[in-house]
């Protein structure tokens, strides 16, 4: 059975600082992961989604990596601003479903 | 363009009480889903579509049943709501199971 674990929970990070987000699943067989943003009380945002067959994404100040192999990705977001505080989900599709982690909850303060 | 819309906003039901969440889309796409979101358990998925006229159950269906008569409704029903089914209801749609999923902005239910 897939599992989707993120670490940390949660952070805080000053602005201005170049941070990452971890995402780790158990099932290398994916077709591919999606990395979302949630903000408090509103639903999903798509940000970036990696095929299978690709190693990275980017967008913007976003970018994200895919290692298949050893079931983790990355998200990185350059150059954090106030903004950027929300939750992020990483999802992983194995099969006909999509495998959410819980989630990290940053914080960037002025 | 609205995207996905989900009716209503916010429900409080008592124990045993029926209703029914509706999701639209106007991305004319063919697959939708109803997830849950609970603190703690990340988002699951209850029951989703791959087209008009079709069901099938996700990772959580008990206590729940869908229908998709039009292409761009897919409503999910609590025929006897229960306290484990206060949560945050997302509906979200794709136009193919490789593609990216976009949300709705959420239905908060509360059972007491």
């Known amino acids: 059975k897939q599992e989707v674990t993120q670490i940390p929970a949660a952070l805080s990070v000053p602005e201005g600082e170049n941070l990452v987000l971890n995402c780790s699943f158990t099932?290398?067989?994916?077709?591919?992961l999606q990395w979302f943003r949630q903000d408090p009380g509103k639903g999903l945002t798509s940000l970036l989604l990696?095929?299978?067959?690709?190693r990275e994404q980017t967008s913007g100040r976003l970018n994200a990596s895919l290692d298949k192999s050893s079931g983790r990705s990355t998200l990185y977001i350059a150059a954090s601003q106030p903004g950027d505080s929300a939750t992020y989900l990483c999802?992983?599709?194995?099969?006909?479903?999509?495998?959410f982690g819980t989630g990290t909850r940053l914080q960037v303060f002025p | 363009n609205a995207g996905v819309t989900q009716t209503p906003k916010f429900r409080v039901l008592k124990t045993g009480q029926s209703m029914t969440l509706l999701c639209a889309q106007d991305?004319?796409?063919?697959?939708m889903y109803w997830y849950r979101q609970d603190p703690g358990m990340g988002l699951r998925l209850i029951h989703y579509?791959?087209?008009?006229?079709?069901?099938a159950k996700g990772e959580v269906p008990d206590g729940y049943n869908v229908s998709r008569l039009k292409k761009q409704n897919f409503l999910l029903g609590l025929e006897s709501a229960a306290p484990s089914q206060t949560s945050v209801y997302f509906c979200?749609?794709?136009?193919?199971?490789?593609?990216?999923?976009?949300f709705g902005p959420g239905t908060r239910l509360t059972v007491l």
């Open positions: 979200a749609s794709s136009s193919g199971l490789a593609n990216t999923q976009y």
């Open positions: 990696i095929q299978s067959s690709q």
């Open positions: 991305m004319n796409h063919e697959y």
């Open positions: 099932d290398s067989a994916i077709y591919n």
């Open positions: 579509s791959v087209g008009e006229g079709t069901t």
């Open positions: 999802a992983v599709r194995s099969t006909d479903k999509l495998i």
